[in-house]
């Protein structure tokens, strides 16, 4: 599984770091991240600002390893606005 995640051309997290990572899954993570650095593309969306990454990884050299593989040659796009699920929702619509 680790190998075919290394070798897609695009992999996109969504929700990142979402809820804490263990160790294992930290691990696995920077096995991946690692396989790919310089190879292939790498998405990460997500609402957790930037600043919080640090304490959803438990372990700080692991931390700074997979910081170290995703920001190097990274484009960053800072979003704001409403969620577009609520924009778009029927339930949201105006009823006049």
Known sequence: MLRTLARTPLLIFDDWLRDPL???????L???????YGR?????VTQVPVADWHSRIPDPT???AILDRLIHNAYRLHLEGESMRKVHSPLSADPN
């Open 22 to 28: 263990s160790r294992s899954q930290a691990t696995d």
């Open 30 to 36: 920077l096995k991946i991240l690692d396989d790919r």
């Open 40 to 44: 292939r593309a790498t998405m990460v």
């Open 62 to 64: 692991l931390w700074d």
